[in-house]
């Protein structure tokens, strides 16, 4: 079976913690919206969104084809993908505690678009420039603190497998964890370089989940998408205060 | 066996999602935060936030405890519950589904909060308050519409329920829509009063969810606590500008 994911085909986006769980369990899937002719492109993923169709259509992308499953939201498809793709721990508390962290991450994901949307999604950057830089001072300052000062500990705290945020192997958090260190690097270089000996544990972890055989050739290859200035991790120096993280 | 919720104890706040589900399943739960004597009251919340006694700490409230299980983040608990207490499908596809539709309120929530904290969750909402002006106009304009006629479509797409939003039975995501409609109708009258007959269906799942009579005997009871402007749902009459919605 071939797993179809919908997603904007220029961004990572959130559909990226899909495509790095899917590269790294060596899943064969299509990224629907980036394939060209007929059934394909952006205009297939805009049919399911209508949703006319569908009994069920999904809010948003990211969502996975499976068979005959539709699944939307992304930590929702990462914990259907997890335990069929030795991703995630098969027992009920193993799964629970590693959904958790991923929502955990996924309300940092929200926060980061809101450093550079904090007034409306709708709006362009420029209209709400002012606003994204008090945001982002107090993003930096006291919420990235927050969030990679909870999952530094995490790992000092698994003695289970201390490389790992969720129990003794490398689930879907840890490479959307991967994810999340890649796009604060990239939009935010100069704070995170400055707070770099605080997260040393997640640092790590983010080299090791580089170096992953199938990751790292992912990585290089043209399916990964680059990071740019119409994703969720933006590259706006002036938001890069370099105030805190 | 009796539920432990931990919660902020004067807020409804992602709590009460909990709150409503357990209720409705007549289980038997403490709500610790808002009990006093030892071991209650905030203090023992905030000793599982510092969480240096447990290996896998919570990052925020609510969190659950269920026998030796600790679940953190509310759609997480609500999957939890929901097949245990007849309030979520019980095979793959419509416990995956209801989740689905549970992470999109959850979404919609967020946005709820930073109409009154677009800038800082750490700053007052007086010093944000033009900013909050703006964002608000935009969530009453474009984002309200779009949930909400996302979730009223759906209502009229079921055919197996129409009277519920997955399946063909009352779910946690029926509560977590009536707890969505009743505080966007106290933070946002004059817009919601506008817009009433855009979401027929869903103001008749809001009324008949109020008057099951386990919900019903909880809204009039002391545990549930009322709306107010320390939580999510908050009325500023000034971002109730009628706009849209």
Same mark, same amino acid.
Do not use: C
């Given at each position: 079976?071939?797993?179809?994911?919908?997603?904007?085909?220029?961004?990572?986006?959130?559909?990226?913690?899909?495509?790095?769980?899917?590269?790294?369990?060596?899943?064969?899937?299509?990224?629907?919206?980036?394939?060209?002719?007929?059934? %394909?492109?952006?205009?297939?993923?805009?049919?399911?969104?209508?949703?006319?169709?569908?009994?069920?259509?999904?809010?948003?992308?990211?969502?996975?084809?499976?068979?005959?499953?539709?699944?939307?939201? *992304?930590?929702?498809?990462?914990?259907?993908?997890?335990?069929?793709?030795?991703?995630?721990?098969?027992?009920?508390?193993?799964?629970?505690?590693?959904?958790?962290?991923?929502?955990?991450? %996924?309300?940092?994901?929200?926060?980061?678009?809101? *450093?550079?949307?904090?007034?409306?999604?709708?709006?362009?950057?420029?209209?709400?420039?002012?606003?994204?830089?008090?945001?982002?001072?107090?993003?930096?300052?006291?919420?990235?603190?927050?969030?990679?000062?909870?999952?530094?500990?995490?790992?000092?705290?698994?003695?289970?497998? *201390?490389?790992?945020?969720?129990?003794?192997?490398?689930?879907?958090?840890?490479?959307?964890?991967?994810?999340?260190?890649?796009?604060?690097?990239?939009?935010?270089?100069?704070?995170?370089?400055?707070?770099?000996?605080?997260?040393?544990?997640?640092?790590?972890?983010?080299?090791?989940?580089?170096?992953?055989?199938?990751?790292?050739?992912?990585? %290089?290859?043209?399916?990964?998408?680059?990071?740019?200035?119409?994703?969720?991790?933006?590259?706006?120096?002036?938001?890069?205060?370099?105030?805190?993280?």
């Amino acid at each position: 079976m071939i797993y179809q994911l919908y997603y904007w085909p220029d961004v990572q986006g959130r559909g990226e913690f899909v495509r790095l769980s899917l590269e790294e369990a060596g899943a064969p899937y299509r990224d629907v919206a980036r394939e060209p002719g007929r059934g %394909a492109g952006v205009g297939a993923l805009v049919r399911f969104l209508d949703g006319r169709h569908l009994e069920r259509p999904p809010f948003a992308p990211p969502f996975l084809q499976s068979g005959r499953l539709l699944i939307g939201q *992304t930590a929702n498809i990462l914990q259907y993908l997890g335990p069929r793709h030795g991703l995630a721990p098969k027992d009920e508390r193993g799964r629970l505690w590693t959904h958790q962290l991923q929502l955990t991450l %996924a309300d940092l994901v929200g926060e980061v678009h809101d *450093t550079h949307h904090p007034v409306a999604g709708s709006l362009y950057y420029e209209d709400q420039k002012k606003e994204a830089r008090r945001r982002s001072a107090d993003f930096l300052q006291t919420r990235v603190p927050k969030y990679l000062g909870y999952f530094e500990q995490l790992l000092a705290k698994n003695t289970r497998g *201390t490389h790992f945020l969720a129990g003794t192997k490398l689930t879907y958090v840890d490479l959307s964890m991967f994810q999340v260190m890649s796009g604060l690097a990239y939009a935010f270089p100069r704070a995170m370089k400055k707070s770099a000996r605080r997260y040393r544990r997640l640092l790590a972890l983010w080299a090791r989940v580089q170096d992953r055989p199938r990751i790292a050739a992912y990585l %290089a290859s043209p399916r990964r998408i680059p990071f740019n200035e119409q994703g969720i991790f933006r590259r706006y120096p002036e938001l890069d205060a370099g105030g805190g993280a």
